[in-house]
């Protein structure tokens, strides 16, 4: 299966938003009171509040990472393909990616 250029450029796109948004979400995580159980942010131990959501926060980048290089690849597929097809709208093999 080649997914179309449109289709990888969304998956890219999902890709680079995941880590635009995630990483900015973990960082107002970690400032808050909620996460720790001291008095303050970074005392005392990390909470049931920052554990569910550095694990969210990992599924999310990895899921997002995993959309962003099919993405590339599906992208650098199509490209290949738009290559291999002959002036008369045949391609030149038989060969799929």
Do not use: C, K
């Not at 001291?38 to 990390?46: C, F, H, T």
Request: proline share 3%.
């Amino acid at each position: 299966m080649v997914l179309s250029r449109g289709w990888s450029l969304f998956l890219v796109g999902v890709g680079v938003w995941t880590w635009v948004i995630w990483p900015r979400f973990g960082l107002a995580i970690w400032n808050d009171t909620r996460a720790w159980s001291g008095d303050a942010v970074g005392m005392g131990a990390p909470t049931g509040f920052l554990w569910i959501h550095a694990l969210l926060i990992a599924a999310s980048l990895a899921i997002g990472s995993t959309a962003g290089v099919l993405g590339v690849r599906g992208w650098r597929a199509a490209r290949r393909l738009s290559r291999r097809v002959q002036p008369g709208g045949t391609e030149a093999d038989d060969q799929r990616i």
